[in-house]
Every structure is written in C-alpha cells, then in structure tokens.
C-alpha cells in the first residue's frame, strides 16, 4: 500500500529487507537479489503473514499458464531462503504450508 511503510520494512537485527529501496542487508552485507526472488520476497511481505497460496503465487510470479508448476515455486523459494540466511527445516522468515502455499513470518 502506498505510504504504508511498516508494510515495506523488516528488520529484526540481523536482516533488513525495505522494499520500497530494493535493499536487503544481511549482518550489514548487501543481499542481492534477482528479479523474481524480489518478486517473491515482495509479494509474501505485502500478504502480512498471511499464506499466500501456490496457484496464487505462480499465477502472479509466472503468469496463468504455469499454475500447476510447483517446482518453479520450490526452486524460487529454495533461493531465495539460501539468499536471506533461512533454513527450511526451522524456517525463520519464510514458512511453508505443505500443499498449501508460502508465508513470510514477521517477528516471533
């Protein structure tokens, strides 16, 4: 949302994501980012902790022919998470529904 920025930045001390710059540090190094992880990141950071589905997520990130091309999602998300310092087995930022969809994960 436009002037919202608690919606655009995260920080919890040892990753700052603001969207609205396109910066992430992580420890204070400069992450860098492709065009789709950022869509990603951006699109799970503006759902609030919500799960934003898989049809949903490939839908906006791919467009409506690849719906049912989950293993972009997996290969997508696995990146990213490598990228931001998040381990899948005990997620920290970005949580997955099985069968479901994807959440980023705001704070404790």
């Known amino acids: 949302r436009p002037g919202d920025e608690s919606a655009s930045v995260f920080d ?3 990753l700052r994501i603001d969207l609205g710059r396109r910066q992430i540090t992580r420890n204070g ?3 860098a980012l492709s065009r789709k992880e950022w869509s990603l990141l951006n699109l799970l950071m503006r759902h ?3 799960v934003v589905t898989q049809p949903q997520l490939l839908r906006e990130l791919w467009g ?3 719906e049912q091309d989950t293993h972009y999602l997996r290969i997508l998300a696995a990146k990213l998470r490598a990228k931001l310092g998040d381990d899948a087995a005990a997620p920290r930022y970005i949580g997955t529904e099985a069968g479901v969809g994807l959440r980023f994960i705001p704070g404790p």
Do not use: A, E, L, N
């Open 12 to 14: 919890d001390g040892h």
């Open 29 to 31: 190094d400069t992450v």
């Open 48 to 50: 609030g902790g919500r």
């Open 64 to 66: 409506p022919t690849h």
